[in-house]
């Protein structure tokens, strides 16, 4: 699963059909990061779930050992406009579950008690982890809010709680950075998080360092603003290392 007590790169797939999932993948897998997320709410023909499945397999075939996040991104948090409604979704989420390919499940903490808690079950009933988040395309939370937000996903019975906002000062990089720091100590489970857009590249590149578990980087395409090359991003990682 993920490296603990260091960081893990991230490397979205968003591929709107099967073809450009295979050819995504032909350019990810060698690059070898930590973990693989899939954005299904880009593909297409998401309504179909033997299609999803199908997606599944081919993912499967290639990735050698790299664990695998599924994704179906809300879109009043930044995802792609769906096909289906919200009951179709978690039937989705607890078929994909069940797939061995998959070995962790990205669900958003502020969607209903009741999605959450069949999201929540399907997981545990099938051993794979759980990211509970949430995503700020506007604006940076005040820190409490912020921690407050994470604390909700560890309530809610999250593996990992995952928060990315958008900064318009260094001030609210330095915020969730702080944050960050704070809940490394004192939440009880991992965190995931990032500032996104030009002026929250430093928390992409130097988040792990202040107790981010996971740092998303681009192998192919981009999932969200402010992502890095994967290359590059192990360069600067390596560099802050040496001299650590």
């Known amino acids: 699963m993920l490296k603990k007590n260091d960081v893990n790169i991230c490397t979205p797939i968003v591929g709107r059909t099967i073809d450009e999932v295979k050819e995504e993948l032909r350019t990810i897998v ?11 709410d880009n593909f297409r023909n998401l309504a179909d779930t033997e299609q999803v499945l199908a997606v599944l397999e081919t993912i499967g075939d290639v990735k050698k050992d790299i664990p695998l996040l599924f994704t179906i991104r809300d879109q009043n948090e930044g995802g792609e406009s769906l096909d289906i409604d919200s009951s179709h979704k978690i039937d989705l989420i607890e078929r994909v579950a069940a797939n061995s390919h998959v070995s962790l499940i990205d669900f958003e ?14 997981a545990v009933a099938n051993n794979k982890q759980l990211i509970l988040s949430y995503h700020d395309f506007s604006s940076t939370p005040s820190k409490e809010e912020m921690m407050s937000t994470l604390e909700a996903a560890k309530t809610k019975g999250a593996d990992y709680a995952k928060l990315s906002v958008t900064p318009e000062t260094k001030q609210d990089v330095l915020s969730l950075l702080t944050v960050t720091e704070e809940a490394e100590r004192t939440l009880g489970i991992p965190v995931i998080t990032m500032a996104m857009g030009g002026l929250g590249t430093v928390t992409r590149m130097f988040g792990w360092y202040f107790g981010s578990i996971v740092t998303f980087a681009v192998g192919g395409h981009p999932s969200a603003p402010g992502q890095i090359p994967i290359e590059d991003l192990e360069k600067t990682i390596a560099h802050i290392r040496k001299y650590q």
């Open 30 to 40: 060698p690059k070898e990061p930590d973990l693989l997320e899939w954005r299904a």
């Open 109 to 122: 903490v502020k969607q209903s008690e009741e999605d959450l808690h069949r999201v929540k079950e399907a």
